[in-house]
């Protein structure tokens, strides 16, 4: 296949896998409340019983009437992952179920479908750069003088080690106590970093990283090497942190940095001069300029109204000045008809007759009509001037009001050009929409307000300190933070020699910038999906995957019965297929031809991935290195022990009434509850196994301190841990049900390797719980052999 088609595969495969998850409820965590705590009358803490990946994804889930919130629903103000407390704020309506409910009655979910989306976007943007390696290390493999008295390589562990610098793309193959870590990872590091080069470890899980880290560390610090040389990116366990603060990015520097930023803000808020405190001030004086502006706006729009007003008075004087000059001018012309009559020949002969009008009264009627409308000219006339002088006024002051918000935008410009405010820009319209900018405003003064920590309460703590002090302090803690700040994760990268990081981490960091490395080494390869691991091959750089490929394969929640089924899923192999198996991509001619052997079960070719194996424990005794090698590693495998693994067989009945429960085995949780309290603590080294979710959350529920303490696990959750004891719940058979995880012949299952994974989980001691007469009945199987090189057997 091309690279563009193996781009294609991997881009379309995630986009299937997060459809098929989206659709069906899938990819989620789900997190329990422990205990609800008010702190204030809108504010709750929450101690939760699990780490939150990202606080985007979360959702609150009332299980009461299955409503659901958002962050924007239940804000988090505050997220202490050492104690999984969070201070949450939620809406009033929310608030009050919360505050006044049962802790059962609430769940937390996290979405983690947004790492598929994280792996796709890689691939959109680095896809195309994708080849396997075809340069070697640029040094040749170490002489003995690198190794260090007291830990010199075995004949098989050298020929490894030297395997790594000779091949451009190796695989060192090696069950647990095999020595991959601090014979032949460790040495290729102190030979790379004793030549001045820069390297990457790359792992599954956490769990996988910081176990490779502490065996490498084991051997660095041996060495005489500093650890600021080491960078362990991402967030890392307590417990790796407080052994290794000096190489976690988060908790070494970046939570200092944090806890810095929390105690100068407090201390700041107590002194009234936090920056949010200040950039709320500022925005409160741009309300008040907009009150300005908006109050002269207003002025000006009032005395507008006056105006037009007056005008239209002023209109109405005039049209009746004009009736009353029309008035008086029809007086005058009847007064002068009149008088016309009465002087003439006509009105002269009838005086003689005596039939004469009375003109002169006519004339007089009509004068004093005149005088009256003339009085009200004049008066209308003077009203009219009266007018027009205030209308000359009000025109004037609106032009002076004018003038002045003009001056009052400018001082708003000014004002508000010294706050981070999108909406600024609204001013430079011809017709600015105050009312937007004040939304916007007030939007963010809300948001200073609520995501302000609640600082309030510790102030009483520093009454005892003056003023001067508070000084004195805030000016410690400042240096202090841009001490710390020199150690940023960016500069870091620059100085350091080794760099480690889960494949969720890489991808994501290095998704646009390349990491300047001069070898990447992938542990639990074996576990490691195809799509994950393909993107370490960007860089042209010589890659070595170590691991036990018999150990678990990736977990995808698409089984290959599902991609078998169903073409649309057949991108998704990807996920599922472990990344030993990578270079097929690369040699098979379409996808077709790739998904038939990944369902046929064709093993690795190992032709452009060469492979040594390391077949020598010093983990595991010779019988049970003898049964591991009848059916796991048949290539090879031997103890380099004279001693034997402790495996103690627990025989247990489980009777027929409680065998229709699936595949929860009740007998075998209360004889594993009963050891547990009887040698063990939750401190102790020790971890329970069972294949099953239902078995798990069985044992789980009744020994809960346990659960707390990451002591009780599915198998494939234990992957890349270990511990002195582990205690194995086999469950089938005495569930009334067939093997099915525990059927070491069942491939579609791959139930070999869920065997194999939970007994290499024990550093010393394996007890196994099972009902071994039943049992014997299953032959061929790596239960089977596993009980017949028990050292002990109790019957409960």
């Known amino acids: 296949m091309t690279t563009e088609e193996i781009r294609k595969v991997c881009i379309d495969g995630s986009q299937a896998y997060y459809d098929h998850l989206d659709k069906n409820g899938k990819g989620i965590h789900i997190i329990n409340i422990h205990s609800i705590e008010k702190v204030k009358e ?57 505050a006044n409910a049962n802790v059962n009655d609430w769940q937390i979910i ?47 562990q050298e020929k490894a080690l030297e395997f790594i610098f000779e091949e451009p793309l190796s695989y060192i193959w090696g069950a647990p106590g095999t020595g991959k870590t601090q014979f032949v990872l460790s040495y290729a ?33 041996l060495a005489g090497i500093d650890r600021d040389q080491i960078l362990r990116l991402g967030g890392p366990s307590k417990k790796f942190a407080d052994e290794f603060p000096e190489v976690c990015e988060i908790i070494g520097l970046e939570n200092q940095l944090k806890q810095l930023d929390t105690q100068i803000a407090i201390i700041e808020n ?84 005596g039939a004469t009008k009375n003109y002169d009264e006519q004339i007089d009627i009509l004068l004093k009509e005149e005088a009256e409308y003339d009085i009200k000219l004049k008066k209308i006339k003077k009203e009219a001037l009266k007018i027009e002088e205030k209308t000359k006024e009000l025109y004037l002051l609106i032009q002076d009001f004018k003038a002045s918000v003009g001056d009052k935008k400018k001082e708003l410009k000014t004002i508000l050009s010294t706050v981070d405010l999108e909406e600024r820009s609204e001013l430079s319209s011809r017709t600015p929409d105050y009312s937007k900018i004040k939304s916007a405003i007030n939007t963010k003064i809300e948001s200073i307000r609520e995501n302000r920590p609640v600082y309030e309460t510790l102030a009483t703590e ?59 080494f992938l542990d639990e390869a074996g576990y490691s999906n195809i799509i994950k691991a393909l993107t370490l091959f960007n860089q042209g750089l010589p890659v070595t995957f170590l691991g036990d490929h018999m150990q678990l394969p990736p977990v995808c929640e698409i089984s290959k019965r599902d991609i078998q089924n169903d073409i649309n899923f057949r991108p998704v192999m990807v996920w599922d297929q472990s990344a030993i198996f990578l270079e097929a991509l690369f040699v098979q001619k379409n996808l077709d031809d790739v998904v038939r052997g990944y ?33 796991v590693y048949k290539e090879g495998f031997c103890s380099k022990l004279n001693t034997e693994t402790e495996i103690i067989l627990y025989d247990v009945k489980n009777p027929p009434e409680n065998r229709r429960r699936g595949r929860l085995n009740t007998s075998e949780v209360d004889a594993i509850v009963n050891l547990a309290n009887s040698n063990f603590t939750p401190e102790s080294s020790v ?16 020994l809960s301190s346990y659960q707390q303490n990451n002591k009780v696990l599915t198998v494939h959750k234990s992957q890349g841990q270990e511990w002195d004891t582990v205690i194995y719940s086999v469950c089938d058979i005495g569930n009334g049900k067939r093997p099915w995880f525990t059927d070491s ?46 050292t002990k057997k109790i019957s409960v």
């Not at 704020?89 to 009050?96: C, F, M, S």
């Open 687 to 702: 971890a329970i196994l069972a294949p099953y979710s239902a078995q798990v959350r069985a044992i789980g529920s009744k």
């Open 599 to 631: 369902l046929n079960g064709v093993q690795a070719p190992f032709q452009s991935l060469k492979k040594t194996n390391l077949t020598g424990t010093f983990r595991f005794g010779k019988s049970l290195a003898n049964v591991l090698q009848q059916y």
């Open 189 to 221: 590091i102190l030979h790379y970093l004793a030549n001045n080069k820069k390297v990457a470890i790359v792992a599954p899980t956490n769990h996988a990283l910081e176990q490779i880290y502490r065996g490498v560390i084991k051997m660095t610090d």
């Open 110 to 156: 996290s979405d983690l479908k947004f790492l598929i989306e994280r792996v796709k976007q890689w691939y959109i943007l680095n896809g195309k750069d994708l080849k396997l390696p075809n340069q070697a290390s640029r040094l040749k493999p170490p002489k003995s003088d690198i190794y260090l008295e007291g830990n010199v390589p075995s004949i098989e």
């Open 462 to 520: 520093y009454n005892h300190m003056s003023k001067e002090a508070l000084l004195l302090k805030h000016e410690a803690l400042k240096a202090e933070r841009v001490r710390l700040a020199n150690y940023s994760t960016e500069e870091r990268l620059k100085n350091v020699s080794i760099v480690g990081a889960t494949l969720d981490t890489y991808l994501y960091r290095f998704r646009e910038e390349k990491l300047n490395a001069d070898h990447i």
């Open 745 to 790: 012949q069942n491939t579609l299952s791959s139930g070999l390797n869920n065997i194999n994974t939970a007994i290499s989980r024990a550093k010393k001691r394996l007890i196994i719980v099972c009902n071994p007469d039943e049992w014997r009945f299953f032959q061929d199987q790596l239960i089977t052999g596993i009980l017949q090189a028990a």
């Open 42 to 98: 809108d504010k709750l803490k929450l101690k939760i019983n699990s780490k939150i990946f990202d606080e985007e994804t979360l959702v609150f889930k009332y299980l009461a009437t299955n409503q659901e919130w958002s962050i924007e629903g239940v804000k988090i103000q505050v997220y202490d992952r050492d104690t999984n407390t969070l201070v949450v704020k939620p809406k009033p309506e929310v608030y009050q179920k919360m």
């Open 270 to 353: 107590i002194l009234g001069i936090d920056s949010s405190s200040e950039e709320e001030k500022k925005l409160e004086k741009v309300l008040d300029k907009i009150k300005d502006v908006e109050d002269f706006k207003n002025q000006i729009s009032d005395l507008s109204n006056q105006h037009g007003n007056i005008k239209k008075q002023l209109e109405k004087y005039d049209v009746k000045s004009r009736s009353y000059e029309l008035k008086l001018k029809s007086l005058q012309r009847d007064q002068e008809t009149l008088r016309r009559k009465r002087d003439s020949f006509f009105h002269s002969i009838s005086k003689v007759f």
